[in-house]
């Protein structure tokens, strides 16, 4: 699987982005889908997932209402909804794949990673 990650730019703080994220290969429903992201000096934090069903999502806890996950399993994507941006949220953010299917919140379970895509909050 190759995923592909985009969508990221400058944005105010109190704005919106969209990540998508898009993968090749057949498997992609099967698959458990994640976004992570890392800030300068800091390490990679989970930031959300959806298992292969989409009934399955996780979010990390501080970010719950403002970023919202979902998947076109007919399109290969993953997208990551973010609202209410905060120059804390200034990172580059990979999406990930597992093969296991369901989702995880530990950059360990997942087999692989797009390239990230890099989202600058200004105050």
């Known amino acids: 699987v190759q995923l592909q990650a985009s969508g990221g730019g400058l944005v105010q703080t109190g704005g919106s982005l969209r990540l998508s994220c898009e993968a090749s290969?057949?498997?992609?429903?099967?698959?458990?889908m994640a976004w992570f992201r890392q800030a300068p000096g800091k390490e990679r934090e989970f930031v959300s997932a959806?298992?292969?069903?989409?009934?399955?999502?996780g979010y990390t806890d501080s970010l719950k209402g403002r970023f919202a996950i979902s998947r076109d399993n007919a399109k290969n994507m993953v997208y990551l909804q973010m609202s209410s941006l905060k120059p804390e949220d200034t990172a580059v953010y990979y999406c990930?794949?597992?093969?296991?299917?369901?989702?995880?919140?530990?950059?360990?379970?997942?087999?692989?990673w797009g390239q990230g895509t890099l989202v600058t909050v200004s105050s």
């Open positions: 990930a794949a597992s093969s296991r299917g369901s989702y995880y919140t530990t950059a360990d379970e997942y087999d692989y």
């Open positions: 290969g057949r498997a992609f429903s099967s698959y458990g």
């Open positions: 959806i298992g292969w069903s989409q009934r399955s999502t």
